[in-house]
């Protein structure tokens, strides 16, 4: 924490400051510049909340230098994490495809699916059996059969299963059908919820909030871990701008700076990102090439009869086309399509 | 919903999309212009989904023209709505203020501030016992023990209690315990949430997420309504942008097309929209004068020891210099402090 | 500025950064704390841009301390600042409205505004002779004819001219014609036109950008005083958001630290912040009470006529209503309505 | 444009709405629908303005069907343009670089940077002679000397050059330097300059608005378009958001929509993108994946020298190490880089 003064504050209000942050344990260490005072602080573990030294008379503002995030940062941790999802594993050196409906409408389209991704060396199917809907009078999702279709599914084809929690009461059941737990963008900063899955044996999907930074994104994941599940994907899926020729705005340039920061796989969703599936091609390229562990892909055997998001679901052969030119890419960059 | 064709669409791809709206038991409505046609479409009772439409050849894009919530429309509701919030309500008329810490910290400071406030009229304190924060290492509220310190204020001093709750597993002791139950910003797609506020038998104040358009908070208070609550008050409390010169940005100029949409209730948060405490009174002022029926105001006995949000909570000098300029212009646009 | 090292910088890489301080004739302040060093830097006056530091090995992040703004910035000029507007004054303890259409239309309609508005004690017309349109086949203005029916306007009738300025080669016309010379939000950081007011002997307001911080705003009234002209009045008039509810969100919130930051007056434009006249109003007092120094606004006399922004545009009477209350809300927060 | 009743609209009301529609000379088609009437225009070929049925009694609002540009739209003009730039083209099957420091700091930086592009086979060079800065304290360019330098540069290596006109004084001068005018994002709506540009037989690069929706974009071409420069380039460059992780967003998104609305080429800028030369290569690449036809890159012999953007600058070895990649990632998606 940086603690700046105003340009005319005196030496009796800088001497103040210094004397409130020694009184909270911490060192002061005041910089006289040429315009004004700024008072670095030193030996802060995370106990001491300086903040409301802001209150104090003469200071302009506070500047915070630490970064809150400590399992989920690189720094604690410069190794890459691998997460082991169902039959497979998210994380350097592999592009992960984790393909399928919006939601589960029934057995017959899930089998089905399932059974084309697993044919064409996908590992991971995404489906929600509860789904998240801005109006109380769309479908909600099958619920509970949803995840015995699921899993029935996974029997079958040896597909491992990415399913979206939305809240506790069906922690257990979600927990049971998934190989890996989705919190969604709306849940991102639900912290019971991520509390619950903290403690969960799977391995957890975080995608991040329409509004959210990436430091926060970050204590999303921290939450999981320091419950103590390391296990955590990130998930960029577009976030709320004024720009209106995409539904949402993939901000694909979160990806560098993700893995700068934190040593946790990030993955992209060009499906939601865009809400259009013309131009998902052309995103799922680019995270690819941006640096992007993996994909989440709505595929959908007949999108123009999907119950959610048909508009942005590639049937069977606009995917074919895509995994086609994804392989072509990925041997130029050196990474594996998993 | 509207279906507008490109340019060069031919003949037949029109022809076809008039046939899957009536495949949708549908009425198509042909409008031939001068570089394009569009169609209409009407019939449509909200049972069905007409966006794949867009997925059809020669189709540019499907602009939609009914707004998608009912029960918290003005259109089917034009009276406003009056919220019983306890010892008091919140409605046309009157300007209802909600003051109090950020936290339940202890007893002695919850009382000491009810009584503050019952002395100064205010009739709702407002005060976190679960506190959804940015960090898991970061205060998170007293819990159950912060419910029964505020049950025992109300007890006390008859002020009525208005608390956050942040998932389905404290809902009854919330509902005990408060007079209105608060959904946070963060949890306003929290759809389970809002499920089970809708049976509760308290109103519900919801909080406008931090990237919600005004539909998207109408259709989170369309959750509860559609549920059997009809008691909801809407709240705005700052959004993101790039603007840094204040925490979120305030956006007051909800409230008018707030009040025009929706028959319900709605209030401003000056404290979070700001985070500044010395910006507050402003603020408050302004949303008073924008026509907001009230105000959530954070209002600390000493708010540099607070242990959240102290920079944004006004001490009692700061409340009672603001109460006294919101009666004031309370009476110039004929309202009642409340 | 401080310059902030990775956790596992080693003691030759700290080196290299205080030795790098050093060479820029700087001095540097390493700060060892817990988990990192900082590097406090002092010294600087603005010559030499140490941002370059970022590149040095073991560098994480530079915070930048110092406000780039002098002569705009209140700490340099406490007092705030009264702009001589023709035939008044725009600053402190009074509410100066600036009405009129948004184009100059043609004479007649021009010197009927300016006679209405005279008559209800408006000092200040706005009308525009050159339009910046979105579209190069809408309407674009009549120019110097706008010009000089807004000349016979004044003469006429005394009405201070507010108009915008839009290049450099109009530049004397407007000069000749204006009282105060309007700089347009998409001209914002036009730097070009900013250092040609700069000369000019005119006031200057200047309209923020849809996307600037106020920071940046305050910088484009650095240019303009920078250049030798103090004469600034700054005006917020709706940013990009997400938000849909109005053309752009007014941020009424940039007026209280716009007020703390700066000297110069700062008023609100609710006309473009809203883009719809039913709302007007309510944003036109909450600006008032928010602390602004007064209001840009379109009043036209038949608005379902105009030839641009008819629809934001309040009519006479829509007007009357408006100016009747501000008066009221004007006596009760101490301001004289001007 | 579709005139959408409110629910409770009387016939009259409608009546009055279809007889102002033919009052315009437009055609109404009135569509009664379950709850409301909405009321299709037909017939508007861009005179009439219809936007103040907005104000007509028993509105609820209006919805614009038709895009705004012609010359620009991909439905006049389904063919790719190919833009001729100095000794090379920008357009369909190509991947054109355009490299080189920010500003011009001096002749030898200049012609060491152009012998370096020219040996790796890049055709165009950027560098500005005349800078945007945000403080008018800091460097402005080396204005006419600048441009002295780059013809230097030009007659010594034929690299064609790409350089910044902000203001419609140096037009000519720029003009004659310079093989593609840049039109930098604060003045993509600086019409006046626009307007100049139109009347050049220079190629215009048109860097997106930092708040600039696609359709603004294209409307700032169809500017220069329709004033009879048809050599158009557009520029995605970042636009301002909440994320904090890169100095703007990089908005790659808006290469397919462009692409699907527009016939002109668009390019990508990653070094203004990000702001951070680390996160630069892997947006030139995501940038190639996406459809991009080309990248504006920073590159400068020594960034840490740099008078402007250092931080944001590539060196040789970097740019080396980048060309490479591309080079490989072209291959794969069948296009030259140029």
Chains 1, 2, 3, 4 share one sequence.
Do not use: W
């Not at 020729?245 to 700068?260: F, V, Y």
């Amino acid at each position: 924490m940086l603690v700046v003064m105003e340009s005319h504050a005196t030496p009796h209000q800088i001497g103040a400051v210094v004397e409130a942050v020694r009184g909270m344990g911490l060192t002061p260490h005041p910089l006289p510049g040429a315009t004004r005072t700024a008072i670095g602080i030193t030996g802060n573990t995370g106990a001491v909340d300086p903040r409301a030294l802001a209150l104090l008379p003469g200071v302009f503002e506070l500047i915070r230098v630490t970064k809150p995030f400590k399992l989920a940062g690189r720094e604690m941790h410069p190794e890459d994490t691998v997460v082991l999802a169902g039959p497979t594993r998210i994380g350097p050196k592999t592009f992960t495809l984790i393909c399928g409906p919006c939601s589960v409408e029934n057995e017959e389209m899930i089998l089905r699916t399932a059974e084309f991704l697993v044919q064409r060396g996908v590992k991971l199917m995404r489906a929600g059996a509860f789904k998240p809907r801005t109006s109380p009078y769309s479908f909600q999702g099958l619920g509970l059969d949803g995840l015995t279709i699921l899993t029935k599914a996974r029997q079958r084809t040896g597909i491992g299963i990415v399913t979206e929690l939305m809240d506790t009461d069906n922690a257990d059941a979600v927990e049971q059908a998934a190989d890996v737990i989705q919190i969604g963008a709306r849940n991102m900063q639900n912290f019971s919820l991520l509390k619950r899955v903290a403690k969960s044996k799977r391995p957890v999907l975080v995608k991040r909030g329409m509004a959210a930074t990436l430091e926060e994104l970050l204590m999303a994941a921290e939450y999981v871990m320091a419950g103590g599940n390391y296990e955590v994907v990130l998930c960029e899926r577009g976030v709320r701008t004024f720009a209106d020729h995409t539904r949402n705005t993939l901000d694909l340039s979160i990806i560098p700076p993700a893995k700068r920061l934190s040593h946790l796989p990030i993955i992209a969703d060009p499906s939601h990102g865009t809400g259009n599936r013309d131009y998902v091609p052309s995103m799922a390229l680019a995270a690819l090439a941006a640096g992007a562990d993996g994909l989440l892909l709505e595929v959908h055997p007949d999108p123009a009869r999907a119950m959610s998001d048909g508009a942005q679901s590639l049937d069977y052969a606009m995917f074919d086309a895509l995994l086609a030119s994804l392989k072509r890419m990925a041997d130029t960059v050196g990474v594996q399509i998993n």
